[in-house]
């Protein structure tokens, strides 16, 4: 272990993020995806950097204004990683639109789905994009000329801007020659055109042709020189100091007024912009060259994301299934008796999240319940759970909601559910100030004939019936004792005070869940020593803890077998000879968005096997409520196994596998010998709708 210094140990988290994102980037290259679900691939992987740029980036360069920027863990000072992530990051985007301009896009058009081109419009198609410009566009735009009295506008995070080089005077005698004009996020992006117009089953206008096509109306009497669309990213992340407030919704309140105006760390600029219009915009926005990002297509590409919904084209698009429903709900569909005879395990999206629905909605109506508490973290804008929530309370039910208001993106809309919440009559706390709570947590307590009983809910995902179409998840409803007990005290430790008591079942951050990690690899490791088995196989989205990753570096010499699926950021090197040989890391990328938070334990045959809603990094360990909950039951912990794990070892269709430098390679199948696990599992699951 001496032999290896611990930038050797730690791989970058940034860097990482990108790999990831190379990852996402290759399934729309993959011929084998459809071809409207390529174009979301391309949108995906847009909309991931955003948040890159929104956070990690703008963290880094708060670090490397500071006068001590030190090396992290992983060996990077902030400055040097900043000039490599740009390197690799213009790399990763020109890629990124080169498949959109020589792949998606040509192939889009070969199937009747075309994007038409302001050169290649005839007179009809000339006619509709003036009246639709006149008629939709014009009146809500407000073009900005520069000068004293109107200074460089403040430009929202994200939105489609326009740069107008302008020639001559206007009636008042300007001359600032150059205006901005900001697209109001009211209107839409993309525009369907008339098929009698397009010529085509499924044609469309971008916002920006439109605008580029008519924009000398805006400026009467000048000469429209060049028109050039750009876009600012800014830092996004809110700076409320929890330490020091009385009242966190008021103070996030305030903050979320400023986000939009965030200091700016990227500007993406159409490829023809030219350099002294750059120039003066990176003046703007106090940016340096290596922020800038040309781009040969349109700025806004995650406003793409919308064609696939626009285009009545099934064959485009991945098969639709239904959700599998579990049997004995479908024997026994009152919640309440279905889970009083054993625990149910659910397997999203490849089974529906409708029993979870049922369940809190049955709770609402069931005059015999008598209290509901759950935890939000993501719910949506739009939340049939939520309601039912309000429902239960206006019913007069002890109804008490832990709403965490520092979901990142997520903040406004808990905060209009915590009011509607409050107006009902529920109980709404905010958790414990300087931890966010992420456990996922739903009990209601019920009156029966021997007394009071807990049921309860608790997931690997959030409560929001939109993401559960798409995120990989386990969900346990159970009737359990003791983790309903223990359930209960963690709900007792977010709404009231005093010290954490010993758990039963479950495994909470931030008191014992990390400690019980180490605890169950050094476990293994002594198992090892003592010539048995030690076997480790875990599931998550990230890796990043450095005392966890040098437990398993010591098991991995001990010859503890290690099997690590992690869909996104891994800090850990496999494969380092003396060091982590016996780790192996891979990456699954497909359909679904990989979500699943799977521990296991060999423990000599025993088979520790738990569920969580954290990944196995330092927020989640230390600076969040989690918990990690058991499958007690035999059948279901097969089920787990096997569903959750051993389908994604065996997978050599979609599997990335992690080299030492931490890049990947793409896993190769045999034609005709591809095993996809998602496909697996929506065969044995879901229900085909064909």
Not at 514 to 531: H, V
Not at 572 to 587: A, F, K, Y
């Amino acid at each position: 272990m001496t032999s290896h210094s611990r930038s050797e140990h730690l791989l970058n988290r940034e860097l990482g993020l990108i790999e990831f994102n190379r990852r996402v980037l290759a399934q729309a290259e993959d011929v084998d995806n459809p071809l409207l679900e390529r174009l979301k691939f391309l949108c995906i992987v847009s909309s991931n950097l955003d948040e890159l740029f929104e956070v990690r980036v703008a963290g880094l360069k708060q670090r490397a204004r500071l006068a001590n920027d030190v090396a992290g863990q992983d060996g990077y000072r902030a400055t040097e990683l900043l000039d490599v992530l740009s390197e690799r990051l213009h790399n990763l985007i020109a890629h990124q639109y080169k498949v959109l301009r020589e792949e998606v896009l040509p192939a889009l058009s070969a199937e009747g789905v075309q994007f038409l081109r302001r050169p290649t419009w005839n007179e009809a198609q000339q006619a509709w994009v003036k009246d639709y410009f006149f008629r939709e566009v014009m009146p809500v735009l407000t073009p900005i000329g520069l000068d004293p009295s109107h200074p460089f506008p403040r430009v929202l995070n994200k939105s489609l801007n326009f740069a107008v080089e302008l020639e001559g005077r206007d009636a008042f005698g300007r001359n600032s020659g150059i205006a901005i004009v900001q697209a109001p996020r009211a209107l839409p992006r993309i525009i369907p055109v008339p098929s009698e117009i397009s010529g085509v089953p499924n044609g469309f206008v971008f916002l920006s042709s439109i605008l580029h096509a008519h924009v000398n109306e805006l400026f009467s009497g000048m000469s429209v020189l060049g028109c050039f669309q750009f876009r600012a990213t800014r830092d996004a992340d809110l700076a409320v100091d929890e330490e020091d407030l009385t009242d966190l919704r008021e103070a996030l309140q305030d903050e979320l007024s400023h986000r939009q105006f965030g200091e700016a760390v990227r500007l993406e600029i159409a490829d023809n912009c030219p350099e002294h219009i750059e120039q003066f915009l990176l003046e703007q926005f106090k940016l340096s060259q290596k922020d800038i990002y040309r781009v040969d297509g349109p700025v806004n590409l995650v406003r793409m994301m919308q064609v696939p919904d626009l285009v009545d084209r099934p064959d485009l698009k991945f098969a639709p299934f239904r959700a599998g429903y579990p049997t004995i709900l479908q024997k026994r569909p009152d919640s309440f008796e279905a889970i009083a005879k054993g625990d149910i395990l659910l397997h999203h999206p490849f089974q529906s999240f409708s029993p979870v629905i049922s369940f809190l909605q049955q709770a609402a109506s069931d005059p015999q319940v008598v209290a509901i508490k759950m935890t939000v973290y993501r719910t949506g804008t739009d939340s049939v759970l939520m309601e039912a929530l309000i429902e239960a309370a206006k019913r007069g039910k002890e109804v008490t909601v832990v709403v965490e208001l520092m979901a990142r993106f997520d903040e406004e809309a808990n905060i209009n559910w915590a009011d509607r919440l409050e107006d009902a009559g529920a109980h709404v706390v905010y958790g414990v100030v300087g931890y966010k709570t992420h456990a996922k947590m739903l009990m209601v307590v019920r009156r029966e004939s021997k007394g009071l009983r807990r049921y309860v809910h608790l997931g690997t995902g959030n409560y929001h019936p939109r993401t559960t179409k798409f995120y990989t998840d386990f969900g346990l409803l159970t009737a359990n004792e003791e983790i309903g007990a223990d359930v209960a005290d963690v709900f007792t430790q977010l709404t009231g005070l005093g010290k954490a008591g010993k758990l039963r079942a479950l495994w909470q951050s931030p008191f014992s869940l990390q400690p019980q990690l180490i605890k169950s690899i050094e476990n293994e490791i002594r198992i090892a020593k003592a010539g048995r088995k030690g076997r480790i196989i875990a599931k998550m989205n990230a890796l990043l803890e450095p005392q966890v990753i040098e437990a398993l570096y010591q098991a991995s010499q001990a010859g503890v077998e290690v099997d690590l699926i992690i869909r996104g950021v891994c800090a850990l090197r496999p494969g380092v000879e003396g060091l982590s040989d016996n780790i192996r890391v891979r990456s699954i990328v497909g359909r679904f968005l990989e979500h699943t938070r799977i521990f296991y334990f060999h423990n000599d045959k025993q088979e520790t096997l738990m569920l969580s809603s954290a990944d196995w990094m330092h927020r989640n360990l230390f600076r969040r409520i989690e918990v990690a909950f058991p499958i007690l039951d035999a059948k279901l912990k097969r089920r787990v196994i096997r569903e959750g794990l051993m389908v994604y070892l065996n997978d050599n269709r979609q599997t990335w596998e992690m080299q030492k430098d931490g890049f990947y390679r793409q896993r190769p199948a045999r034609k005709g010998h591809e095993r996809l696990a998602q496909r697996i599992l929506l065969s044995e699951l879901a229900e085909s709708t064909n």
